[in-house]
């Protein structure tokens, strides 16, 4: 069974910067798609970036357009964790964030596609 945990989430001043890690067990995800969702009150789940593989050797990354630049998507894998380095935070990026997993390569924006989810953690910007 995979579990996926989630911190480094907090309480921020708009234009400052949090580091979220998420830390995978009951299997290495080294080669599976693993993403970052983010959900704000009373919205629906959104996508914020996600990264994966291209053959053997590739990585590549995707990111929401209001995210694109200012967060940075990253894995070590030999610690079996995925990163989402957030910078220049803005008010609107208040959310509770999701890390992902899917049982696959298979990079998607669709929260449904994906197979293992984490608890959240919560990311608050004051302005």
């Known amino acids: 069974q995979v579990q996926l945990v989630e911190s480094g989430g907090g309480l921020v001043q708009a234009g400052g910067s949090l580091r979220l890690s998420c830390v995978a067990s009951?299997?290495?995800?080294?080669?599976?798609?693993m993403a970052w969702f983010r959900q704000a009150p009373g919205k629906e789940r959104e996508f914020v970036a996600a990264?994966?593989?291209?053959?053997?050797?590739?990585?590549?990354?995707d990111y929401a357009d209001s995210v694109k630049g200012r967060f940075t998507i990253s894995r070590d894998n030999a610690k079996n964790t995925v990163y989402l380095q957030m910078n220049s935070l803005k008010p609107e990026d208040t959310a509770v964030y999701y890390c992902?997993?899917?049982?696959?390569?298979?990079?998607?924006?669709?929260?449904?596609?994906?197979?293992?989810w984490g608890q959240g953690t919560q990311v608050t910007v004051s302005s």
């Open positions: 992902a997993a899917d049982k696959w390569a298979s990079l998607t924006r669709v929260p449904h596609n994906y197979d293992y």
């Open positions: 009951g299997r290495a995800l080294s080669r599976n798609a």
């Open positions: 990264t994966s593989w291209i053959g053997t050797s590739t990585s590549y990354e």
